[in-house]
């Protein structure tokens, strides 16, 4: 978190992190489909040919409280491939809560594990403790045959604290909720560490509401009929 007392402006950075191909562009590219114009900067993306992300992507958010605090957030995708952990680390550092993007299909268990600890040893390396740092899990693609079922990725929420999302990001559906998780963690460890609510004269629901005016709750982006 960054906070500048004399703006008046606070700074988080969520990461998107996963194995390659999980959808972690798709969530955020989703999001800035999703989101109003107002409310949302430019939604920056590198791709490089296969839809591979060479370094990171980058959508930044922003609202003003009430009390006159203006606050971003940022969030950061890495690139997935194996070859870029030390890209992975750098993209890592500073940040303020994570939404790891799990490949739901079922043949993918093994490379979802390697990210996982590959990103908790990048926490490490960044100096960030990965028990307080708040963590969501997503499992992606559950449209594709094949996938985790249902009672599978229930058993695996049951195994490990993190709140666990199901998602089709290619349709929109599962992106908004992932994000809403991430980010009432994330509240409650800033309002847990910092004393937010009482410092910035914001509650909670304003937060919450302050980054999702914009968005409707289902996070199906169907067009209106
Ligand atoms: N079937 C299906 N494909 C998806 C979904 N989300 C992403 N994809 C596809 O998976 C590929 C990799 O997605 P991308 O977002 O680039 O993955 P990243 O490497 O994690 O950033 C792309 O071809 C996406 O269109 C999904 O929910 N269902
Ligand atoms: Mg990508």
């Known amino acids: 978190m960054q906070f500048n007392t004399k703006d008046r402006e606070i700074t988080l950075k969520v990461v998107y992190y996963g194995p390659a191909l999980s959808g972690k562009t798709t969530n955020i590219q989703a999001l800035h489909a999703l989101m109003d114009p107002t409310a949302k900067g430019r939604l920056m993306t590198l791709d490089t040919k296969g839809d591979r992300t060479l370094f990171f992507d ?7 409280t009430r009390s006159g605090f203006k606050v971003k957030l940022k969030l950061f995708t890495v690139p997935g491939q194996v070859m870029h952990e030390s890209t992975r680390r750098i993209v890592l550092a500073g940040t303020d809560a994570i939404c790891f993007i799990a490949d739901g299909q079922r043949d993918q268990r093994g490379s979802n594990n390697e ?29 594709l045959p094949g996938s985790l079922t249902r009672p599978e990725i229930e058993d695996y929420g049951r195994r490990g ?14 992106v908004v909720e992932t994000l809403k998780g ?14 937010f609510e ?14 999702f005016h914009a968005l409707p709750t289902a996070g199906r982006r169907e067009a209106a009929p």
């Open 182 to 195: 991430c980010m009432a963690l994330l509240w409650d460890a800033l309002n847990a560490e910092h004393d």
């Open 161 to 174: 604290r993190e709140p666990i999302f199901e998602a089709r990001a290619i349709r929109g559906e599962g």
């Open 198 to 211: 009482r410092k910035l004269g914001i509650t909670r629901d304003e937060f919450m509401n302050g980054v």
């Open 115 to 143: 990210a996982y600890a590959g990103m908790l040893r990048n926490l490490r390396a960044n100096g960030i403790d990965a028990d307080r740092v708040p963590i969501v899990i997503q499992f992606n693609k559950l449209d």
């Open 58 to 64: 980058l959508l930044p958010v922003h609202f003003n």
